[in-house]
């Protein structure tokens, strides 16, 4: 029996059985403030409340029974539209957007091109936020074919992708113009969804691990705080080529990604940042990467131009919710 999320988060967040974790409210099973004796019976009790509600395999392991997700304990899933539609394709998505059943507890979020973001703004339902694929790295003005972050926050962006493997890679954005746009964006109250990820030479030389931290690291030097970011993980072998990342390649990157933020940023920081995947998510593969502990939602580029698979992979949430 999958449990709904409110009748979970109520369980996490009440201020008797959580006060000493209070900031976890959803699904990943991860705390290490538990680790009190005090917490630790609290721990178990819950866990036994939760195990009432959730169907939990016999392999469930006691040690890791807190079922708690990072940050607001929201999933969030993401659709990049990238350079793709037309006024009538666009305006039927947006259509298949507004009736789609999607789950309450995931952040859903679509980033349109520049030119349709007024358009779908003005005609998506509210229940998804809009971001904006780019934005210039300080205040407007002289800059021309740039989209400042005033002028996104103006049609009503409350996010912008910063860091694209297609930004870096094909357009030459560097670490450090990346980091600066992150701090600009936040600092106006953008929410930013930054994107970090080996190429396969890379990945094939072993240096994966080493080319995320050196992104995040550039991140790290520049942002002010890290409330307001959402790490994709993306493998850039993986985007547009349909060539997925397993399960287990996603969710060891994802931990070692946890791990960089925990010893250069801070343990609070590691537990809260949401860390999404993308690359080559579809309605049929989202499930399985969804039941990664680590994985805490997605970045979705081909899949979300069709609604109803974008939404498929929106509600894989629930998978996530009996994988716990
Ligand atoms: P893809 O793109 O889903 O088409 O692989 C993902 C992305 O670029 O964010």
């Not at 990943?28 to 009790?45: D, F, G, M, N, V």
């Not at 030389?205 to 307001?228: E, H, I, M, R």
Request: proline residues 3%; aromatic residues 8%; charged residues 20%.
């Amino acid at each position: 029996m999958a449990v709904t999320s409110t009748s979970l988060a109520s369980q996490l967040s009440g201020p008797t059985s959580l006060s000493y974790c209070p900031n976890f409210s959803g699904l990943r099973r991860s705390c290490s403030k538990l680790e009190t004796p005090h917490s630790i019976s609290a721990t178990q009790s819950l866990f036994q409340h939760l195990h009432s509600h959730l169907r939990l395999s016999s392999s469930a392991k006691p040690s890791r029974a807190v079922v708690a997700m990072v940050g607001t304990g929201k999933f969030f899933v993401g659709g990049n539209w990238k350079c793709n539609g037309t006024k009538e394709s666009i305006t039927k998505l947006v259509s298949d957007l507004n009736s789609a059943k999607l789950e309450s507890d995931v952040d859903v979020v679509v980033a349109p091109p520049f030119v349709y973001l007024d358009l779908v703004k003005n005609s998506l339902t509210h229940r998804i936020d809009i971001s904006s694929q780019n934005s210039w790295v300080g205040k407007g003005g002289a800059f021309t074919g740039e989209i400042s972050v005033e002028q996104l926050k103006d049609i009503g962006a409350k996010w912008v992708i910063l860091g694209h493997s297609e930004r870096r890679h094909v357009i030459g954005e560097d670490d450090q113009f990346i980091g600066k746009k992150a701090a600009y964006a936040l600092s106006e109250g953008l929410g930013v969804i930054a994107c970090i990820g080996e190429l396969l030479e890379e990945r094939e030389a072993g240096k994966t691990f080493d080319v995320c931290y050196k992104q995040l690291k550039a991140f790290a030097d520049a942002v002010p705080s890290w409330d307001n970011i959402v790490i994709a993980y993306e493998p850039v072998w993986a985007i547009g080529t349909g060539k997925v990342a397993t399960p287990q390649q996603a969710q060891e990157v994802h931990v070692a990604v946890r791990d960089w933020l925990k010893n250069n940023v801070s343990a609070e920081v590691a537990s809260k940042t949401r860390i999404i995947y993308g690359g080559s998510v579809n309605g049929g593969n989202s499930a399985e990467l969804a039941k990664q502990e680590d994985i805490d939602g997605f970045l979705v580029g081909g899949a979300s131009l069709k609604g109803p698979e974008f939404a498929t992979i929106v509600n894989s949430v629930t998978a996530k919710k009996v994988a716990a």
